[in-house]
């Protein structure tokens, strides 16, 4: 099946800083990549869909200034999280859609766990 | 509008059989995707189906009713491997995916 990565893996930080995290697609061409974010005993809760090339689509609710992507290629999407807080700590997860499939099945990467001190 | 619902938790015995349950109220509904996450893991795919009936695959099933807007997932020949969250996942016209909250399957031995 299809591979996705992401990277880091997990990542500690002081409240004020920005953390970057990576998500590719590894063997296949994603045009949509989703991202998501998921505390301790909740389900997952789309923050924004992000399409090559183009604006992302934010969720009801989340900062777009807060939460930065950029979707610069069909393999590679990335989320800043900028000046985060310990409310920011979480889960992230991220997903891409291969388009090449008729079920459009997203494929999840294995996640970033950020934790804001 | 959008809704999905599923149980919270579910247990049963290894070596059983279980069925999750799970409704759902989706707008341009484009079929149903079910995953498992283990805790601290993202989500791996399971099923999809997006026609009526039951889709099997070895010793995990899914079955569909569009007109009741109803799926359920069925495990079969429980292992203790088998303990996790099950979540099930509507997707729209836009290939936007509704999550459920998932259910919490717990397994005894």
């Known amino acids: 099946g299809a591979v996705v990565s992401q990277h880091p893996s997990w990542v500690i930080c002081k409240s004020g800083t920005s953390v970057k995290i990576e998500c590719r697609s590894l063997?296949?061409?994603?045009?949509?990549m989703f991202w998501y974010r998921q505390f301790p005993k909740q389900s997952l809760m789309l923050m924004a869909t992000?399409?090559?090339?183009?604006?992302?689509?934010?969720e009801q609710g989340v900062e777009k200034d807060k939460f930065l992507i950029n979707h610069a290629s069909l393999t590679l999407s990335t989320l800043t999280v900028t000046s985060a807080h310990p409310e920011d700590s979480s889960f992230y997860i991220c997903?891409?859609?291969?388009?090449?499939?008729?079920?459009?099945?997203?494929?999840f990467g294995p996640g970033t766990r950020l934790t804001v001190l | 509008g959008q809704n999905i619902d599923q149980p919270t938790e579910m247990t049963a015995t290894e070596g059983a059989i279980v069925q999750i349950n799970c409704t759902y109220q989706t707008s341009g509904f484009n079929g149903l995707f079910w995953y498992q996450q283990h805790a601290g893991e993202a989500p791996t795919f399971l099923s999809y189906n997006v026609l009526d009936g039951l889709e099997e695959k070895g010793r995990f099933s899914s079955f569909l009713s569009r007109s009741k807007g109803y799926s359920y997932l069925l495990l079969k020949e429980l292992q203790m491997k088998d303990s996790a969250s099950y979540l099930c996942?509507?997707?729209?016209?836009?290939?936007?995916?509704?999550w459920g909250a998932g259910t919490k399957l717990i397994i005894k031995p």
């Open positions: 996942a509507s997707q729209d016209s836009n290939y936007q995916l509704i």
């Open positions: 997903s891409a859609r291969d388009v090449s499939l008729s079920y459009n099945e997203q494929f």
């Open positions: 992000s399409n090559e090339g183009s604006k992302a689509t934010y």
């Open positions: 063997d296949f061409q994603a045009t949509t």
